[in-house]
């Protein structure tokens, strides 16, 4: 099992451009989520699916979008790339929402640079 | 508004000796306590969790000690090897979803 692989794994934009970061899991999940991390805020939630069809937004969406292609993908959109869009960018899955002690699973990154 | 806070930013132990890491929350609402481990370069990943209806959970050098009514758990490293030099999160669960709320991360060094 390769758990939950990112591509690409590093990316340079210049202000204005439009990219995509792919995630996807093999151990099939229900949920699955975007996260962001800038030095010193830990990590921070951008939007997040809780099945199959669904999305919904997290802390901090703005400026970007999701689509959730089918039950292992989950893709992450920035159509106008901005400066205050360069970070580290993780995906993540978990078997299920609510009930019980459910692990988040974590992909190993993308390094996004905004110049 | 920040939830959950986590402290020291940053720590430094000799080998062999004890790490401590705390993290204070807001939220009562929050029903799962994890710490997330990360090195460098990868995701971060499970290290151990625990359930507000008990107050201390170990897991061989790892224990969590949770105080729900100061609203308060704390990570503690028994026995601290250079390997474990990592950052270390707090993420409590909300009850919405899965939704883990990340404190700002420790980053631990621990000297040979």
């Known amino acids: 099992n390769a758990g939950v692989t990112q591509t690409p794994k590093f990316q340079v934009l210049k202000t204005g451009q439009s990219m995509t970061l792919q995630c996807a899991q093999d151990?099939?999940?229900?949920?699955m989520y975007w996260y962001r991390q800038d030095p010193g805020m830990g990590l921070r939630l951008i939007y997040y699916s809780a099945s199959e069809g669904t999305t919904d937004k997290g802390e901090v969406p703005n400026g970007y979008n999701v689509s959730r292609l089918n039950k292992r993908e989950f893709s992450l959109r920035l159509e106008s790339a901005a400066p205050s869009q360069t970070s580290v960018y993780f995906c993540a899955s978990s078997a299920r929402q609510y009930l019980g002690a459910d692990t988040q699973y974590f992909g190993p990154g993308t390094r996004l640079t905004v110049l | 508004q920040q939830q959950v806070k986590q402290s020291p930013q940053s720590l430094i132990v000799q080998k062999g000796g004890i790490s401590i890491i705390n993290c204070a929350y807001e939220n009562t609402a929050f029903d799962y306590f994890p710490w997330y481990q990360q090195f460098p370069g990868k995701g971060p990943a499970l290290l151990i969790a625990?359930?507000?209806?008990?107050s201390e959970k170990k897991e061989g050098r790892f224990t969590i000690s949770f105080n729900k009514s100061a609203k308060q758990f704390s990570l503690h490293i028994m026995d601290s090897q250079p390997g474990d030099s990592a950052t270390y999160f707090c993420?409590?669960?909300?009850?919405?979803?899965?939704?883990?709320?990340f404190g700002g991360g420790t980053r631990l060094m621990v000297k040979p």
């Open positions: 625990i359930r507000p209806d008990v």
């Open positions: 151990m099939n999940h229900n949920s």
């Open positions: 993420a409590p669960r909300g009850n919405a979803g899965n939704m883990l709320t």
